[in-house]
């Protein structure tokens, strides 16, 4: 079973920057489009980014669209988030969750109901 590990949030300044990684085990990531949610307390999961199996594709949500980068090294099984301007109200636990799409090597979703596999979580503060 494919199993998905967050690294690298933290506490960081409004305007500051930080890089999410989601590493992933058990099955070869390119199998996989990718897509990074948050949840903030006392709010529903919302989709932040996603990235196709080939990488070819990737889309935002409005909110972070400018800010946050999303990629892909499929040799080290390695999506990372790159989010820079960083905001208060981007504060949340992100996950990063996958989709196995054989056959779309375009799809792409941030629709969390998509997604067949999640990671634990990793909390993004951003406070001053």
């Known amino acids: 079973q494919l199993q998905l590990v967050e690294s690298g949030g933290g506490l960081v300044l409004p305007g500051g920057s930080l890089r999410l990684s989601c590493t992933a085990s058990g099955f070869p990531l390119n199998w996989y489009a990718i897509g990074w949610f948050r949840q903030a307390p006392g709010k529903e999961r919302e989709g932040v980014s996603c990235?196709?199996?080939?990488?070819?594709?990737?889309t935002y949500a409005d909110s972070v669209k400018g800010r946050f980068t999303i990629s892909r090294d499929n040799a080290k099984n390695t999506v990372y988030l790159q989010m820079n301007s960083l905001k208060p109200e981007d504060t949340a636990v992100y996950f990063c969750?996958?989709?196995?799409?054989?056959?779309?090597?375009?799809?792409?979703?941030?629709?969390?109901?998509?997604?067949?596999?999640w990671g634990k979580g990793t909390l993004v503060t951003v406070s001053s």
């Open positions: 990235i196709s199996r080939n990488g070819s594709t990737e």
């Open positions: 969750a996958a989709k196995s799409i054989a056959y779309r090597p375009n799809w792409y979703s941030l629709n969390s109901r998509d997604m067949d596999y």
